[in-house]
């Protein structure tokens, strides 16, 4: 006797008492999904006056490395990752995601935030940044055997017009340990 001719749905034929069940299952979390939720999640933190959130999602067949960047304080913002290596005349740190273990880059970062650009008061240059409010980086990425441990480096720092800049961070690293694979 197949399983839905098992299950306790008085009244209903066996397609219809099987359809009850897997939607149950679905609606509680107990089922498996391919794509449902993520694939990894790092501890959340806080430097350099940004807060930071990362992790691992699969999407569209892919895996990206997904990580949101939030200054703390009003008028700051996070450098772009358009910034050169060196800064501008030596000033800033452009933004930057890498992983390690597990994860490597299958592309390069990138973002839907909006860029402008900032000149602290006091410096004579101008400095891409991203608009107020969050930035999230997206890195696609793939899984290599071997591990299950990841890790995410992430260099940022954030700038105001009024109030200067904030210590940059450099390679801050997140470690993270991924889902088992299907």
């Known amino acids: 006797m197949g399983i839905a001719a098992r299950l306790p749905v008085i009244g209903a034929n066996p397609c219809v008492a099987l359809t009850l069940a897997i939607s149950a299952l679905l609606l509680t979390g ?4 391919q794509n449902g939720g993520p694939a990894a999640v790092g501890a959340p ?28 304080r009003d008028g700051f913002h996070v450098y772009s990752l358009t910034l050169p290596d ?10 930057r995601i890498r992983t390690e273990g597990a994860l490597r880059p299958a592309g390069p970062a990138t973002t ?43 260099s940022y720092g954030a700038c105001s017009e009024r109030d200067g800049c904030l210590a940059p961070v450099r390679d801050r690293a997140v470690a993270l340990t991924l889902r088992p694979t299907d």
């Not at 430097?47 to 200054?71: I, K, T």
């Not at 060196?86 to 933004?95: A, E, K, L």
């Open 112 to 154: 839907d935030a909006r860029e402008r650009v900032v000149r602290p008061e006091g410096l004579d240059v101008r400095l891409p940044v991203y608009e107020d409010g969050r930035v999230t980086l997206e890195l696609p990425v793939r899984r290599v055997g071997g591990t299950d441990r990841a890790e995410v480096l992430l």
């Open 45 to 72: 933190f806080s430097d350099g006056g940004v807060a930071v959130s990362v992790r691992v999602e699969s999407h569209e067949g892919g895996l990206w490395v997904r990580a949101d960047l939030r200054p703390e």
């Open 86 to 95: 060196g800064g501008v005349d030596g000033i800033g740190i452009p933004t």
């Open 30 to 33: 107990c089922a498996h999904e």
